[in-house]
């Protein structure tokens, strides 16, 4: 009990710094998921990595991590409590045949980071083969956007501009930008995942347009955005240790400043110049997304854009493809600096699937949350430099709060609520108390404040559990108001679904079917549960009775009389009392605290409850400090089952349905490097065929990635995404295809 005041009292303090230092200490979350289109009959993974915004280092402020799953409908459809240690935890979401078809939203974020309205975002497409598919109208007509570096074009300088694309199949669409006189200015490139880059020389007055050509060789024209003589943009170019950034625009009388904020302070000011190129040390810099303003001397700001800045990042990609067998074994050599954190996905590529660098769409996570893009829908970047930052920048989602409302949870689990109670303010009861039942129940109690509201700090349990919540010193009926734990509002965010051509569902068709077999013999493979224990039992007993050991009384009250000398119990017509004789004088005399199975109840409660459905009794028979309750001895009933065996408990408790932690899974893959005829003769249809949330790497740096391959063929991707030592992330990339083995293989 002292360490749980002591981590009250730390949580207290950090929030108090936290506070008189302008809330500066931030986390920032990133999941990696096996994919980001599943069908239904199989299982999303993810791993999470929960860093502080400032250093990026792995963040000791939280102990869970609440993920959700929502629908276009606005509601969950999953919602998960994942234990992390030292900034990392793991879970899956089974996606049944009841998951209709749709694009989710995949959420998470920390208690803390509620505060701030933080969260991690990315978009998870469910196709259920099982029911008729809402394929969306196709539009004839391209959707196609043009986004100036910084916002705006401005005339007298080259502009950088990127072309976006709105439409599923709009792939190696390119075409020029012309002058309203017809002159041919620029080439646009043939876009990638719809995206393309171009720079075109704009003059003051003059007007532009892109011509495209579609697939089927129709021109389309665009008119590009107005050109302006009168604003101001910011140019960045990568020179390699360091930043090129030019404040570009008329000039401007008075002096410019130009700053860099990561969001929530400057980490870099200067006086800047019109057209004059200011160097930025990368140094100055750690990894993640800046807002870059240019003001005026009176404080106008003139441009705004971001910087996204990858610190160290490293991304390896192979492009050839190693050939391997049906149920061979893979082996990739990996080198790593020491002191990475990763986690590890080898999963089948579909058609239509593009090598996409998770680490991109980290970025995009954290640009949801903290900053608004009018580009950012799209997370299938295939490279990333600070041109194609060229959108408009909307500011913060919120202001920094000034206070927070949800401390850090970074002991344990928080749970806050009201009590409802109409006596008056003198009259009401000073405890609350949540039992988690159970053979090893747990109790936590809090101090009701004057306005009705409590705080309860739990060790999380793990799976959903029956629990209660009581007031204690009180027999009357009251009613709580439990904070939901969980988001309770959610963005608009999109959740249009993809278009699907005929090949596309011919091969959804073909995994469909694969998924099938291999749920046919689940059972043989399915993962296995590694039992955490998150805390030990809550009370040492001085002495305990196992009731059948003694002679059993038709009355509970008659067994204390016999034979238990501890405890001192009467019961009549009028009055029932329980008190235990402690062994030490103390000051006062205070109530003992009375439990069955882990519940509070009352002295005419448990008497006249039957004792053949009473195990056993455990006492302690000194004062004893259960959080700020005090009471002089416990005396705790426990029935055979440890599920109150038909006790109802009184009116000052209610029954509450307690969502624990996600159980830890051990991943289990099969492997054929011994002949067992068991598993020759089971179908291995594995679209995934392997998972590591957390891949441990030893001390020089190398590791190999070790698997089978399994009955199916095609061309397969292993994505490592993570963190380096210095906070940087890191992603690599390797490909290789699996064929029958009638084909040679090649390595």
């Given at each position: 009990m002292i360490?749980?005041?002591?981590?009250?009292?730390?949580?207290?303090?950090?929030?108090?710094?936290?506070?008189?230092?302008?809330?500066?200490?931030?986390?920032e979350v990133y999941l990696q998921t096996n994919s980001a289109f599943?069908?239904?009959?199989?299982?999303?993974?993810?791993?999470?990595?929960?860093?502080?915004?400032?250093?990026?280092?792995?963040?000791?402020?939280?102990?869970?991590?609440?993920?959700?799953?929502?629908?276009?409908?606005?509601?969950?459809?999953?919602?998960?409590?994942?234990?992390?240690?030292?900034?990392?935890?793991?879970?899956?979401?089974?996606?049944?045949?009841?998951?209709?078809?749709?694009?989710?939203?995949?959420?998470?974020?920390?208690?803390?980071?509620?505060?701030?309205?933080?969260?991690?975002?990315?978009?998870?497409?469910?196709?259920?083969?099982?029911?008729e598919y809402p394929q969306p109208v196709q539009n004839e007509e391209l959707s196609v956007s043009f986004y100036p570096e910084g916002g705006v074009m401005v005339a007298g300088h080259e502009n950088d501009l990127v072309m976006k694309i709105d439409q599923g199949n709009s792939a190696g669409i390119g075409g020029r930008v012309v002058s309203a006189s017809g002159e041919k200015i620029a080439d646009i490139p043939a876009s990638q995942m719809g995206l393309s880059r171009f720079t075109?020389?704009?003059?003051?007055?003059?007007?532009?347009?892109?011509?495209?050509?579609?697939?089927?060789?129709?021109?389309?024209?665009?008119?590009?955005?107005?050109?302006?003589?009168?604003?101001?943009?910011?140019?960045?170019?990568?020179?390699?240790?360091?930043?090129?950034?030019?404040?570009?625009?008329?000039?401007?009388?008075?002096?410019?400043?130009?700053?860099?904020?990561?969001?929530?302070?400057?980490?870099?000011?200067?006086?800047?110049?019109?057209?004059?190129?200011?160097?930025?040390?990368?140094?100055?810099?750690?990894?993640?997304?800046?807002?870059?303003?240019?003001?005026?001397?009176?404080?106008?700001?003139?441009?705004?854009?971001?910087?996204?800045?990858?610190?160290?990042?490293?991304?390896?990609?192979?492009e050839g493809m190693a050939a391997y067998h049906t149920r061979s074994p893979v082996t990739i050599p990996l080198e790593f600096d020491h002191g990475v954190d990763v986690s590890v996905s080898v999963r089948r590529m579909e058609i239509g699937h593009q090598p996409t660098s998770a680490i991109h769409q980290a970025l995009f996570g954290r640009i949801s949350k903290s900053w608004s893009l009018s580009v950012q829908e799209t997370s299938d970047w295939k490279t990333m430099d600070n041109s194609l930052m060229a959108s408009e920048w909307k500011g913060p989602k919120t202001e920094m709060p000034k206070t927070v409302k949800w401390l850090p949870e970074l002991r344990g689990e928080l749970i806050e609520g009201a009590l409802n109670y109409e006596a008056p303010s003198e009259d009401k009861p000073p405890f609350v108390a949540l039992s988690i039942s159970g053979d090893d129940y747990q109790l936590q109690t809090a101090q009701i404040d004057e306005h009705g509201h409590f705080q309860l700090l739990i060790n999380p349990a793990e799976g959903p559990r029956e629990a209660y919540i009581s007031v204690l010193g009180s027999t009357n009926e009251v009613s709580f108001q439990l904070e939901g734990q969980f988001l309770q509002a959610y963005p608009p965010f999109d959740y249009s679904l993809p278009y699907l051509d005929s090949v596309q569902v011919s091969a959804l068709v073909e995994r469909s079917v694969r998924n099938q077999i291999e749920n046919a013999y689940y059972e043989l493979k399915k993962d296995s549960i590694v039992p955490q224990t998150y805390w030990n039992p809550q009370f040492d007993y001085d002495i305990s009775y196992i009731l059948d050991d003694y002679n059993r009384f038709p009355e509970l009250y008659e067994h204390f009389i016999e034979f238990i000398p501890e405890v001192m119990a009467r019961k009549n017509k009028t009055r029932s009392k329980i008190k235990v004789l402690t062994k030490y004088v103390t000051p006062g005399s205070l109530d003992p605290l009375l439990l069955i199975d882990g519940v509070p109840t009352t002295a005419e409660e448990i008497l006249d409850f039957s004792p053949y459905k009473i195990e056993s009794i455990g006492i302690i028979?000194?004062?004893?400090?259960?959080?700020?309750?005090?009471?002089?001895?416990?005396?705790?009933?426990?029935?055979?089952?440890?599920?109150?065996?038909?006790?109802?408990?009184?009116?000052?408790?209610?029954n509450i349905q307690y969502k624990g932690l996600d159980p830890v899974q051990q991943f289990s893959f099969p492997s054929y490097e011994d002949a067992d005829q068991r598993l020759a003769r089971i179908p291995d249809y594995r679209q995934q065929l392997f998972w590591n949330p957390s891949l441990t790497v030893g001390e020089n740096g190398t590791k190999e990635l070790e698997f089978y391959t399994g009955d199916t063929t095609g061309a397969f991707e292993v994505s490592i995404d993570g963190y380096d030592k210095n906070g940087s992330p890191i992603s690599i990339r390797r490909y290789f295809k699996v064929q029958s083995t009638n084909q040679p293989a090649s390595n």
């Open positions: 360490k749980k005041i002591l981590s009250i009292t730390a949580i207290m303090l950090i929030v108090f710094t936290v506070t008189g230092q302008h809330l500066d200490v931030r986390e599943m069908l239904t009959g199989e299982t999303l993974y993810f791993s999470a990595f929960v860093r502080s915004a400032d250093t990026g280092q792995p963040s000791p402020l939280s102990s869970i991590l609440y993920v959700e799953l929502i629908g276009a409908d606005g509601k969950p459809v999953f919602q998960k409590k994942i234990h992390l240690t030292k900034g990392r935890g793991n879970g899956t979401f089974f996606l049944s045949s009841l998951v209709s078809s749709g694009r989710y939203q995949l959420l998470a974020y920390t208690r803390w980071m509620k505060n701030f309205q933080d969260y991690f975002q990315t978009p998870i497409t469910v196709i259920n083969p099982f029911e075109i020389p704009v003059k003051e007055g003059e007007s532009y347009q892109a011509i495209l050509e579609d697939q089927a060789g129709n021109f389309l024209f665009f008119d590009l955005p107005k050109v302006t003589s009168d604003g101001a943009t910011i140019q960045i170019r990568d020179a390699g240790h360091s930043y090129g950034i030019t404040p570009i625009g008329p000039s401007s009388p008075g002096i410019l400043t130009l700053s860099i904020h990561d969001g929530q302070n400057a980490v870099f000011q200067q006086t800047a110049e019109t057209n004059a190129r200011i160097s930025l040390p990368k140094t100055k810099l750690v990894a993640g997304t800046y807002l870059v303003t240019l003001t005026s001397g009176t404080g106008d700001q003139l441009a705004s854009r971001l910087l996204w800045h990858p610190g160290s990042l490293r991304e390896q990609r192979s028979n000194n004062r004893v400090f259960v959080g700020p309750l005090v009471a002089d001895g416990i005396v705790s009933f426990h029935t055979f089952e440890r599920n109150l065996h038909g006790y109802k408990p009184g009116p000052n408790s209610l």
